[in-house]
């Protein structure tokens, strides 16, 4: 009896990890640092440098077969430049 319920436990666990949602890990593309505009321009969604460059990396991964064609959940990580002043620093001030 103790031996019948092992063996059905240990069938169901594969039959019910296939039943499961795929767990999908999001995928994650980091940019650095960019200029201010580029920024805001992908933020409202406007074509731009930074936009071609996302398209461009999720069709050589979906080519590659790295990413699936259904994948949903892009990360995208950009970072702002920090403005540069023009005259700098002056009388330690700032």
Avoid: C
């Avoid at 201010?36 to 461009?56: C, E, N, S």
């Avoid at 970072?79 to 005259?87: A, I, M, N, S």
């Amino acid at each position: 009896m103790a031996n019948e319920t092992a063996q059905n436990s240990k069938l169901a666990a594969p039959a019910a990890a296939a039943l499961a949602p795929e767990r999908r890990e999001p995928i994650i593309i980091d940019l650095g640092k960019k200029k201010r505009r580029q920024v805001k321009k992908l933020r409202k969604g406007h074509p731009g440098a930074l936009m071609d460059r996302i398209t461009d990396v999720l069709e050589e991964g979906i080519a590659a077969k790295a990413i699936p064609s259904d994948a949903q959940t892009v990360v995208v990580v950009v970072r702002e430049k920090k403005k540069k002043r023009k005259y700098g620093k002056m009388w330690g001030l700032g």
